[in-house]
C-alpha cells in the first residue's frame, strides 16, 4: 500500500483525490486543501507559495511517498520550485494545450484558467510549444473558482462565457483549473454539439501510476 498525498486549494482536488482513491483501491489517498487561503488564482505568486508550501509539507511530514498537486495554478507557477524543496516525487496539473489543439479541427481552442494560471510562464510555453497555430481564447473565469468553492454557481454567468468563446469558434474547452470539474457537466450541456470539453484527470491518474512504478 502506498500514501499518496493528493493537494489543492480547495475543493478542485477533492473531484481528482476522489477520482485516484477509485483508480488506485488498495493505495490511502491523504487529501490535503487550504480552505484559509482558497482562491489562488487572484493571488500573487509569492501568496501562493507562502500559503501552499507548509501544506504539501505537512503530506511529507505524515509519510505521503508521492504527492499529487491537483492545482493548476500551483503546478505553472511553483512546481520546479516545489520539486526541488520537497524531498517525494510530484505529480502536477496542468491545462491539456497540446491535447487540444492537436484535435482541434476549428483552429480554435479556449482555455478555461485562473489568472495566475494564464499569467504564468509554464502556460505562455505551452501555448507556443503546442498551439502556435491555433488560437487560444481565454475566458473570464477569475469568479469561478470562488463560485464553486462557496457553492453558488450561476449559470447564467458561465454561459455567457462560454457561448463567447463558441461565436469565436472554439471547438476545444479545456478545464485548466480543478474546481471547475464539479460543473463539467454543466459546461458539457453548454457547449454540446458545438465543442468538446477536456480535463486531466485521466492522464494525472496514468502519469501518477507511473511514477509509482519507477519510484517506489
Ligand atoms: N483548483 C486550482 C487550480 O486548478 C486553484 C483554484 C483557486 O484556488 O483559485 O488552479
Redesign the pocket.
Known amino acids: 500500500m502506498t500514501k499518496i498525498g493528493v493537494f489543492?486549494?480547495?475543493v478542485?482536488?477533492e473531484f481528482v483525490a476522489a477520482a485516484i482513491a477509485k483508480a488506485l483501491p488498495e493505495d490511502e489517498i491523504v487529501y490535503r486543501e487550504d480552505r484559509k487561503n482558497?482562491?489562488?488564482?487572484?493571488k500573487t505568486i509569492a501568496e501562493i507559495y507562502a500559503a501552499c508550501r507548509p501544506v504539501i509539507q505537512s503530506l511529507v511530514d505524515d509519510g505521503c511517498q508521492v504527492i499529487v498537486i491537483?492545482?493548476?495554478?500551483?503546478t505553472t507557477n511553483l512546481i520546479d520550485k516545489l520539486r526541488d524543496e520537497i524531498t517525494v516525487p510530484l505529480v502536477g496539473?496542468e491545462p491539456m494545450v497540446k491535447p487540444a489543439a492537436a484535435v482541434s479541427k476549428s483552429g480554435v481552442i479556449a482555455v478555461c484558467?485562473?489568472p495566475?494560471?494564464l499569467s504564468s510562464l509554464r502556460y505562455k510555453q505551452l501555448k507556443q510549444q503546442y498551439a502556435a497555430h491555433t488560437t487560444v481564447i481565454e475566458p473570464d473565469c477569475s469568479d469561478w473558482?470562488?463560485m464553486i468553492?462557496n457553492n453558488e454557481v450561476d449559470r447564467s454567468v458561465i454561459k455567457q462565457r462560454l457561448d463567447e468563446t463558441l461565436q469565436k469558434g472554439a471547438d476545444q474547452i479545456v478545464l485548466?483549473?480543478?474546481?471547475y470539474h464539479w460543473i463539467e457537466e454543466l459546461i458539457v450541456s453548454i457547449v454540446a454539439g458545438k465543442a468538446s470539453v477536456m480535463q486531466p484527470t485521466d492522464p494525472v491518474i496514468k502519469q501518477l501510476k507511473r511514477v509509482l512504478e519507477q519510484q517506489l
Open positions: 489543492d486549494s480547495g478542485g482536488g482558497v482562491p489562488y488564482g487572484n491537483a492545482c493548476n495554478t500551483v496539473m484558467a485562473t495566475r494560471t473558482a470562488s468553492e485548466g483549473c480543478t474546481h
